[in-house]
């Protein structure tokens, strides 16, 4: 027993630490109080590339399926927006860019996946960007099943990816064993978190943390899954995915996707004071126009005075993954002291 304990240390050693308890650095004095979503009418506006045919936004020939998942940050003095785009073969990442959101040029794809890599050559998608030292890194789905791998960019335009994932399966029996996806990053200073979707081998999707000082080595948080699946007849019954984190009003807060059994998607709200543990709020957020009367997913979101931006993907069929003609639309939450 001593040898096997002593054997045991090693591997964990040289392994590193694959789970750890954390939480996250304190949002501030909870405030009590609630949001209130506006929606922008219609999907955003998009510009083509002049003389590029091949290389437009929103859709166009090369994204003209569907447009989803959008991530955007603030970078060279734009708002600078990665998104998936899917052409009826092939997920991709595109990039486009706009001076406040209102208007964006396609700037084409960006990144492909790699056929002879463990990318498997058919998905790039679903990212996460974050800026870090003038430099942005963007957390990626690749794969079937999927995982997640990193890229890194100067310019938004040529890229440099980690070799391999940076974050695997799990181990057998856990709750992401068989896939994982849909990574949202969180830059906390010193520390990065994760929070992502997970799948078991029952195909029950949920999220759950990890956490980084590099991008590239992830711990995952002990005590995942951190949002369980809806209860029966509720919009996320059925799948859980496509977080956006952020803190606010001293509360973390997490907008998501769920699913309901007949493949409709909405968006829910959930709220925690230490990024782990989470409340469901009473805010749901479902399509109310044509282009988006089925499918509502996807939030990325920029913090700003008095309001907090909100890019989301759209569709008007329900399907789990593609074909639902994607656009990304707009919306606003506005803080209200007396809802909740």
């Known amino acids: 027993m001593k040898y096997v304990a002593v054997l045991l240390a090693i591997l964990v050693a040289s392994c590193g630490r694959p789970y750890e308890r954390f939480t996250l ?137 980690t070799p391999g994932p940076v974050l695997g ?57 951190v949002l369980e699946l809806g209860s029966d007849g509720a919009f996320d019954e059925s799948g859980l995915g496509e977080p956006a984190v952020w803190k606010d009003h001293g509360w973390w807060w997490m907008l998501y996707t769920g699913r309901d059994r007949n493949e409709v998607r909405r968006m829910g709200l959930a709220q925690s004071a230490d990024g782990v543990k989470w409340e469901r709020t009473d805010l749901v957020i479902e399509g109310t126009e044509a282009w988006n009367a089925k499918v509502v997913c996807d939030a990325t979101v920029l913090v700003e005075p008095g309001r907090v931006r909100v890019w989301f993907g759209g569709g008007d069929s329900a399907h789990p993954d593609q074909n639902i003609n994607g656009q990304i639309g707009y919306g606003e939450l506005r803080w209200r002291a007396d809802a909740r």
């Not at 991530?71 to 734009?78: E, L, M, P």
């Not at 595109?94 to 209102?102: D, H, K, Q």
């Not at 929070?195 to 991008?215: F, K, N, P, V, W």
């Open 25 to 161: 650095p304190s949002p501030g004095g909870p405030e009590t109080g609630g949001y209130v979503w506006t929606a922008s009418p219609g999907p955003v506006a998009w510009e083509d590339v002049p003389g590029s045919p091949n290389e437009r936004s929103g859709p166009g020939p090369a994204d003209d399926t569907d447009a989803l998942n959008p991530s955007v940050v603030r970078f060279a003095g734009n708002l600078f927006n990665l998104y998936s785009g899917y052409d009826g073969k092939l997920w991709r990442t595109f990039a486009s860019r706009s001076p406040n959101g209102g208007r964006w040029t396609g700037l084409g794809p960006v990144l492909a996946p790699g056929p002879n890599t463990w990318e498997g050559g058919a998905i790039l998608a679903n990212g996460a960007a974050v800026v870090r030292a003038n430099e942005i890194f963007y957390w990626y789905q690749a794969g079937e099943p999927p995982r997640i791998g990193l890229a890194r960019s100067a310019d938004g335009l040529t890229w440099t990816k």
């Open 169 to 225: 399966y799990g181990p057998r029996g856990s709750w992401d064993e068989r896939a994982l996806g849909d990574p949202y990053v969180i830059d906390a200073g010193r520390r990065l978190y994760m929070c992502y979707l997970g799948e078991d081998r029952a195909r029950r999707q949920r999220l759950g943390m990890a956490t980084s000082i590099d991008g590239i080595h992830w711990t995952r948080l002990a005590g995942n899954p």
